[in-house]
């Protein structure tokens, strides 16, 4: 069985990494792409969403953020670390709250932003795009994962799945 991650140690916390360097480049080019907004407030939540092949959306795996900005750059990096450790930990063992996927699926990161960025505040806003991406029409179930409360950052995870009386719900 091929495998697309390896596991690599960053902030003292094992951690998955991709293999192959087109994937980790588009994973690179999109976290540092985000971390203007994210640092300016500008990012309420990121997504990583699984569709299958009708493009429809089977999971997502949601980071809601909430960056203080009163704090700039007096927070200590060894404080920041230790509250993403334990978050880095918690994601690596969500995996059992996760449904199989078919193996034609797919998957985007999605970024949902408070204000539309524009390109006279950014540089890199020409880089994000409005998606077409279809939501669910019922309210998904919702399973949290983690949760940290840190002076500069607050951040949650959960997993969203299509409520069963979803239309075209994948199980």
Same mark, same amino acid.
């Given at each position: 069985?091929?495998?697309?991650?390896?596991?690599?140690?960053?902030?003292?916390?094992?951690?998955?990494?991709?293999?192959?360097?087109?994937?980790?480049?588009?994973?690179?080019?999109?976290?540092?792409?985000?971390?203007?907004?994210?640092?300016?407030?500008?990012?309420?939540?990121?997504?990583?969403?699984?569709?299958?092949?009708?493009?429809?959306?089977?999971?997502?795996?949601?980071?809601?953020?909430?960056?203080?900005?009163?704090?700039?750059?007096?927070?200590?990096?060894?404080?920041?670390?230790? &509250?993403?450790?334990?978050? @880095?930990?918690?994601? *690596?063992? +969500?995996?059992?709250?996760?449904?199989?996927? /078919?193996? =034609?699926? %797919?998957?985007?990161?999605? &970024?949902?932003?408070?204000? @539309?960025?524009?390109? *006279?505040? +950014?540089?890199?806003?020409?880089?994000?795009? /409005?998606? =077409?991406? %279809?939501?669910?029409?019922?309210?998904?179930?919702?399973?949290?994962?983690?949760?940290?409360? +840190?002076?500069?950052?607050?951040?949650?995870?959960?997993?969203?799945?299509?409520?069963?009386?979803?239309?075209?719900?994948?199980?």
């Amino acid at each position: 069985m091929f495998c697309a991650f390896e596991r690599r140690r960053y902030m003292n916390a094992v951690v998955q990494k991709a293999r192959n360097p087109e994937l980790q480049d588009y994973i690179h080019s999109t976290v540092s792409g985000l971390l203007p907004f994210i640092q300016k407030g500008l990012v309420e939540r990121v997504a990583v969403i699984f569709f299958n092949s009708d493009n429809v959306q089977l999971e997502r795996f949601v980071f809601k953020l909430t960056v203080n900005q009163s704090y700039e750059s007096k927070v200590e990096n060894s404080d920041l670390e230790f &509250a993403l450790r334990a978050f @880095l930990i918690k994601l *690596s063992v +969500s995996e059992p709250l996760t449904k199989v996927l /078919p193996p =034609d699926c %797919k998957w985007e990161i999605t &970024a949902y932003f408070q204000t @539309l960025p524009s390109s *006279s505040t +950014s540089k890199n806003a020409e880089s994000w795009i /409005p998606t =077409d991406t %279809k939501q669910w029409q019922q309210p998904p179930v919702i399973t949290p994962i983690k949760s940290m409360t +840190s002076r500069p950052l607050n951040l949650q995870l959960y997993l969203e799945h299509p409520s069963l009386s979803e239309p075209n719900h994948y199980e």
